[in-house]
Antibody, heavy 116, light 107 residues
């Protein structure tokens, strides 16, 4: 069974970078696409981007040049980096397998607070 | 961006009842719509994609309907494990966007 698990610091200071890891078991990340989604306090959700089986990426324009999604195929992990964070980036971050538009397997999420 | 509107933030029902959760897109998205369920402490669960296709493992009491701009998730004969948060998501075009969620609560 495909399982995803997010990890990373729960607290990040404003203007710094947020870095998260998604560890995948039960499926190779060299197949399919893999994405990041976040849920803000109040339940609004935002698709952030994805990385393909070949390493190409697609990002939500709202995140402009702040976002980067990379991967380590040897560890079957992919990563999210979000630069220049503000308090508005406080959210629960989820990784998921992208299935042509929708997401069929999700991690349980990691809560990240941006605060000084 | 395509705006997705779930008109009900909360919906209270009792086990055994049937409920419908609506989702409206700001433009036609054909049937490029998915429904998810989230329960506290659990991963999101994909219930339905392509507007009406049940994901493997989704109980048959769940059904999805609609195309274009108006979609509905129906749950027949609610079970206790059905209470939680439900989201719709369009994948007609990027950026993929979600509704604000409908919390299905026990009456």
């Amino acid at each position: 069974e495909v399982q995803l698990q997010e990890s990373g610091p729960g607290l990040v200071k404003p203007s710094q970078s947020l870095s998260l890891t998604c560890s995948v078991t039960g499926y190779s990340i060299t197949s399919n696409y893999w994405g990041w989604i976040r849920k803000f306090p109040g339940n609004k959700m935002e698709w952030m981007g994805y990385i393909s089986y070949s390493g190409s990426t697609s990002y939500n324009p709202s995140l402009k040049s702040r976002i980067s999604i990379t991967r380590d195929t040897s560890k079957n992990q992919f990563f999210l980096q979000l630069n220049s964070v503000t308090t508005e980036d406080t959210a629960t971050y989820y990784c998921a397998r992208w299935k042509g538009g929708y997401f069929d397997y999700w991690g349980q999420g990691v809560m990240v607070t941006v605060s000084s | 961006d395509v705006q997705m509107t779930q008109s009900l933030s909360y919906l209270a029902a009792s086990p055994g009842e049937s409920v419908s959760i609506s989702c409206k897109a700001s433009k036609s998205i054909s049937n490029y719509l998915a429904w998810y369920q989230q329960k506290p402490g659990e991963a999101y669960k994909l219930l339905i994609y392509s507007g009406s296709t049940l994901q493997s493992g989704t109980p048959s009491r769940f059904s999805g309907s609609g195309s274009g701009t108006d979609f509905t998730l129906t749950i027949r004969s609610l079970e206790p494990e059905d209470f939680g948060l439900y989201y719709c998501q369009q994948y007609y075009e990027k950026p993929y966007t979600f509704g604000a969620g409908t919390k299905l609560e026990l009456k």
